[in-house]
């Protein structure tokens, strides 16, 4: 069964920085894109960045330029780098990929349980 888990959140002081990761285990063929999603209670699940197999990113406005995300194809792992945190980053962040298995070979996107990561001002 391929799963993913994050690690690396925590509380850190606006201006701080913090590095969640993410790794998938299980038996696995492939990995495409590969996403972080946050989401703050009372909102909507949103998307933060996005890295391709090629390595192609995109991010959310409200991270462009603070947040890098990153990935070890050789590890199946991915990472966000968050700098200069602020209070409105405040919430649990997701890792999302579209995984093949080895059996069945089909592609599935996958979820990670999530991680929190709090913002003190």
């Known amino acids: 069964q391929v799963q993913l888990v994050e690690s690396g959140g925590g509380l850190v002081q606006a201006g701080g920085s913090l590095r969640l990761s993410c790794a998938a285990s299980g038996s696995i063929f492939s990995i495409d894109a590969m996403r972080w999603y946050r989401q703050a209670p009372g909102n909507q699940r949103e998307l933060v960045a996005t890295i391709t197999t090629g390595s192609y990113t995109n991010y959310a406005e409200s991270v462009r330029g603070r947040f890098t995300i990153s990935r070890d194809n050789a590890k199946n792992m991915v990472y966000l780098q968050m700098n200069n945190l602020k209070p409105e980053d405040t919430a649990v962040y997701y890792c999302?990929?579209?995984?093949?298995?080895?059996?069945?070979?089909?592609?599935?996107?996958?979820w990670g349980q999530g991680t929190q990561v709090t913002v003190s001002s």
């Open positions: 999302n990929a579209d995984i093949t298995p080895v059996i069945p070979r089909r592609k599935y996107n996958t």
